[in-house]
């Protein structure tokens, strides 16, 4: 299956920003549906930003317009950049890639391959 390896977390004062990467091996991004999800301790994971096959994106309203999806096809790598970063988004962020198109596309369940996490802190 696709491996997935993250990097790009850290600890960052609100108002920054970082670049997350997801580095994926054994298969192209392009024949997978991508999302990040983060989770913070104590609470479920949560749906962060995804993309669609079709190159449409979908954030979730916590962070839509802070937060952008790209993929780099020659470097088989999506990233998440994170703008305007708030103590609240403080969390583990996870990538994760899917061909299971009948779920939607911000359930977890519509994902297979999952990357180890990195953490995000976002100190006020």
């Known amino acids: 299956q696709v491996q997935l390896v993250e990097s790009g977390g850290g600890l960052v004062q609100a108002g920054g920003s970082l670049r997350l990467s997801c580095a994926a091996s054994g298969s192209s991004l392009s024949t997978y549906v991508m999302g990040w999800f983060r989770q913070a301790p104590g609470k479920e994971r949560e749906f962060v930003g995804g993309r669609k096959w079709n190159g449409n994106t979908y954030y979730a309203d916590s962070v839509k317009g802070r937060f952008t999806i ?46 180890q996490g990195t953490q995000v802190t976002v100190s006020s």
């Open 70 to 115: 790209s993929r780099d096809n020659a470097k088989n790598t999506m990233y998440l950049q994170m703008n305007s970063l708030k103590p609240e988004d403080t969390a583990v962020y996870y990538c994760a890639t899917g061909r299971n198109s009948a779920w939607p596309i911000m359930v977890a369940s519509a994902y297979d391959n999952w990357g």
